[in-house]
């Protein structure tokens, strides 16, 4: 998906009422909002908004959506080799589709996009009014990724047959990493930037996320890394997906080997799991000791809790690990904090560094990018 920042303009209140927007709310195109709950339901055109953005405001585009996100910010770690990263999504033949290859290609990120012409590439834009942000969502060619037509021919195939880690966010797309000829993969399981709240309902069904739209995908490469005994993690990404998606959210988790998510995510899981209990470590214990594929590894629960310490299962053992300190009104944006948390995880992950340090920089890539507008970041990291 297409990010679409202004970083020197702000929206004008005018166009957040004209919108009918929410200063601190997302929303989707016409079609997509019918069904939303709990966000705004009108159906004034999305493209039109996205005309007068354009027009009005010197704008920044950036390669979004959750996993490739964390995708951009593991590559950036990294630094040398370039293209460490692999990125699998879909997009259209149109110029946003362009202007996202050539963003993927700035960030030195191995992205092969499905192309198609059913559908326009995704969008979003970020329109902000003070410290107030709307985040404007066109999923589109992010309901479009075919299995047969893409994850299944034969060069994209081995692209994950030589990748040794896998991510998967429930709420976007499909993304590898690797070191010399080993690969770390990320798999977004959904093709949509991640906002949180945010879904799209159908008489048939849920629409929108990866793990609906091809769950065949996810289990096709799940089931490759358990086989192997490679690393597959998943982000729980949203409250809403535990909710909504907890069928084939629970078919792929007995592959999971590493398993991310924020307080609030936490929270849902255990509701939805029927943990009966509120304790982030306790909840932390019981997700670690649901069932498990390939029982070479034991699983790592990772959950993160904004300013507070993270809380992370190892062994037996649930232990917390501090943030980096930081003065409130030195932070700028924390929408990609947890996907630059992950990125900086997956960094070290491929080089098989320890837990804590893989923990550290997921601290440090999450404490940089919460320092400026939109997940973006420095030319190269000071991480040691």
């Known amino acids: 998906m297409l990010g679409a920042h202004c970083q020197q303009c702000q929206t004008s209140r005018d166009g957040i009422t004209r919108h009918t927007l929410s200063t601190t709310g997302h929303k ?17 055109s999305i493209f039109v908004m996205f005309e007068e953005i354009v027009k009005k405001f010197k704008v920044e585009y950036h390669a979004g959506g959750s996993t490739q996100n964390s995708v951009k910010i593991a590559q950036w770690m990294i630094q040398q080799p370039h293209k460490v990263s692999t990125f699998l999504g879909c997009i259209g033949t149109d110029k946003f589709g362009g202007i996202l290859k050539k963003k993927a290609e700035e960030a030195h ?29 066109n999923l589109a060619a992010a309901n479009c990724y075919k299995k047969e037509k893409h994850l299944d021919l034969e060069e994209n195939w081995k692209l994950v047959e030589k990748a040794k880690v896998f991510y998967i966010a429930p709420i976007s797309n499909l993304s590898f990493l690797h070191k010399d000829i080993e690969r770390v993969v990320a798999i977004q399981l959904q093709k949509i930037l991640t906002l949180n709240g945010i879904f799209k309902k159908f008489q048939s069904g849920f629409h929108g996320f990866f793990i609906t739209v091809s769950p065949e995908s996810i289990l096709k490469v799940a089931k490759h890394a358990s086989e192997h005994n490679k690393v597959f993690s998943l982000n729980l990404s949203a409250p809403f997906i535990s909710q909504f998606f907890k069928e084939p959210l629970m078919k792929v988790m007995p592959y999971v080997d590493i398993l991310f998510g924020n307080e609030t995510e936490a929270a849902a899981f255990a509701r939805e799991q029927g943990f009966e209990t509120e304790d982030i470590e306790e909840i932390a214990k019981k997700t670690q000791s649901l069932p498990k594929v390939n029982k070479k590894r034991q699983r790592i629960v990772v959950f993160t809790q904004g ?28 929408n990609g904090a947890g996907d630059a948390f992950v990125g900086g995880f997956l960094s070290q992950l491929v080089y098989d560094r320890p837990l804590e340090e893989c923990i550290r920089a997921g601290h440090y890539s999450a404490n940089v990018i919460i320092r400026r507008a939109g997940c973006t970041f420095p030319e190269k990291p000071d991480f040691h």
């Open 28 to 44: 989707l195109g016409d079609q997509e909002s019918q069904h939303l709950p709990k966000i705004d339901r009108s159906f004034c």
């Open 307 to 334: 300013k507070d310490g993270t809380v992370v299962t190892s062994g037996n053992e649930v232990m917390i690990f501090p943030v980096l300190d930081i003065d409130q009104s030195e932070i700028v944006d924390t």
């Open 109 to 137: 990120v191995d992205a092969h996009y499905y192309e198609q012409s059913e559908e326009p590439t995704g969008t979003c834009a970020a329109c902000i009014t003070g410290d107030n942000r709307s985040l404007v969502a």
